[in-house]
Every structure is written in structure tokens, then in C-alpha cells.
């Protein structure tokens, strides 16, 4: 059963770039029948979808973050990421990758980005 | 945008009760609806897709229906470990992906 894992540094300073990988196990990212997906869930908020890679490198975004974020995919590695530019403290989440079949399914066990000034 | 509201915020309720939380959409989504499950400190978990079609491995006590702008998700008699929050999210117009604001259902 395919399992994914999100790695990357933790603490990031405003205004720079939070970068994030999403590695996957006992499954392959190179289908055409997923998108491979971020989500992310501010301390004690809900969801928020940050957007979708396609295996072709296809990346579609939600509109409040677009300009400021990358999503993109290596299917040699097995991996696809993330990048988020110019960070501010609202950016302080726990960011998620998934499979996403239009719904989300398997989620990685998420990582938690904090934002310093 | 679609916009996802879910009602309500918190529901309290004892063990064995049976357990209805709502979303609605802005706007029809046919039956492009997912609903989630989210425990504390773990990621969420996919339950439902398709508004009524159960993912992998859920237990048939939960149920989901609807269609349109109203959709259901029935837990039926509830159990300790059902105790967690949840989302629903459509996936009939992206993007972008939209989530509801989540249902915590908490012990009475």
C-alpha cells in the first residue's frame, strides 16, 4: 500500500521559501490516473488545499496562493514537492502530501513548518 | 470558489448514540463529495468519496448521502474512537479542492 512522507526544515525565517518533499513508498507517483497533492492546516484550524502536480508536470493551484507557490515532480525519485516564497508567520501549518484521485487517499503523516521573524 | 459549510461546529454526544453532520455547498456539486476523519496529532483519513461510497477498510456504521448542495455523513452507533473532527470536500469544480470548515464531535 503506497505510503507517503513529507521531509524538509521545520523552521524557516520570514520572507524566505518553505521547500518541502513528498517521498513515496511501496507505490509509484508515475500514474496518469492521480494528481499528487498539498494540503496544508494552520495550529487549530481546518484544511487548506494548496494544489495538485499532475505525473506530466501539470500543477494547478488554489487562487489565494498562486504566484507564490511551485509544486512540482521527479518520478525518477519517486518524490514530488513543494515551494512556498516569501513566507509570513500565516504561513505556520502543518503542510500535507496525497494522492489525489479528486479526493485525498493516502495522506502523509504531515510536517509542521513554523514561520520565525 | 466553492465554499463548503459544515454544521454544526461542535456536536456533544455519548457513546452508542447515532451521530448526523451536514454540509452544504455554495453551489451543486453532484455527488463529488468526500468526508474525512481527523484524530488528534494524525493526519486526516479518507472515509467516504463519491458522497456514499466507503474507502478501504471503514466500518459500515458510517454512511454518507446526499447529493446537490445538502450531504450527510451518519455514524451510527458511536464509538470511543470516533471521537475526532470532521471535514467534507468537493471535488466537482478545481481549483481550487475545497474543504468544509470541520465537525468536532466530542464526548457528552
Known amino acids: 500500500q503506497l505510503q507517503l512522507q513529507e521531509s524538509g526544515p521545520r523552521l524557516v525565517k520570514s520572507s524566505e521559501t518553505l521547500s518541502l518533499t513528498c517521498s513515496a513508498s511501496r507505490g509509484s507517483i508515475n500514474s496518469g490516473t492521480y494528481y499528487w497533492a498539498w494540503i496544508r492546516q494552520a495550529p487549530g484550524k481546518g484544511l487548506e488545499y494548496i494544489g495538485s502536480?499532475?505525473?506530466?508536470?501539470?500543477?494547478y493551484y488554489t487562487p489565494s496562493l498562486e504566484g507564490r507557490v511551485t509544486i512540482s515532480i521527479d518520478m525518477s525519485k519517486n518524490q514530488f514537492s513543494l515551494e512556498l516564497r516569501s513566507v509570513t508567520a500565516a504561513d505556520t501549518a502543518i503542510y500535507y502530501c496525497a494522492r489525489n484521485e479528486n479526493w485525498f487517499d493516502p495522506w502523509g503523516q504531515g510536517t509542521l513548518v513554523t514561520v520565525s521573524s | 470558489e466553492i465554499v463548503m459549510t459544515q454544521s454544526p461546529a461542535t456536536l456533544s454526544v455519548s457513546p452508542g448514540e447515532r451521530v448526523t453532520l451536514s454540509c452544504r455547498a455554495s453551489q451543486s456539486v453532484s455527488s463529488d463529495l468526500a468526508w474525512y476523519q481527523q484524530k488528534p496529532g494524525q493526519a486526516p483519513r479518507l472515509l467516504i468519496y463519491r458522497a456514499s461510497i466507503r474507502a478501504t477498510g471503514i466500518p459500515g456504521r458510517f454512511s454518507g448521502s446526499g447529493s446537490g448542495t445538502e450531504f450527510t455523513l451518519t455514524i451510527s452507533s458511536l464509538q470511543s474512537e470516533d471521537f475526532a473532527v470532521y471535514y467534507c470536500?468537493?471535488?466537482?469544480?478545481?481549483?481550487?479542492?475545497?474543504f468544509g470548515g470541520g465537525t468536532k464531535v466530542e464526548i457528552k
Open positions: 502536480v499532475y505525473y506530466n508536470g501539470n500543477a
Open positions: 470536500q468537493q471535488y466537482y469544480q478545481w481549483p481550487p479542492l475545497t
